[in-house]
């Protein structure tokens, strides 16, 4: 699957399953060595960190892609969101050998 396809479908699995509140299947987007990096310098590394965030944040409702390009097998983005209030970030993918992408890097933008 295209990179553009593909985080068509992720971001949209993603809305729902946040709306469902399964934080789990949130955070299977993610590889498992991810880096999430926070707008006040802070991060942490890998899934099961990021789950207990998602566990304590709301639901995100909402996901707009503003700009997203893609060369071979990795692919970035930037998105626009809803989640008790607007956000924005920007996500790095690797695509895996079996053809889907994950994410391996998210970072909180200011704007």
């Known amino acids: 699957m295209e990179f553009a396809e593909a985080l068509e479908v992720i971001s949209q699995t993603f809305v729902a399953n946040s709306i469902r509140r399964d934080t789990a299947a949130c955070a299977a987007a993610y590889s498992e060595d991810v880096e999430y990096v926070f707008s006040m310098s802070r991060s942490l590394k890998g899934r099961d960190a990021l789950r207990k965030v998602f566990d304590e944040l709301p639901p995100v409702t909402f996901l707009e892609t503003l ?45």
Do not use: A, N
């Open 67 to 111: 700009w997203q390009d893609s060369s071979g097998d990795m692919g970035c983005c930037i998105q626009r969101g809803e989640c008790g209030g607007d956000f924005h970030v920007m996500l790095v993918f690797r695509k895996q050998q079996d053809g889907s992408w994950e994410v391996i890097r998210e970072v909180d933008l200011i704007v």
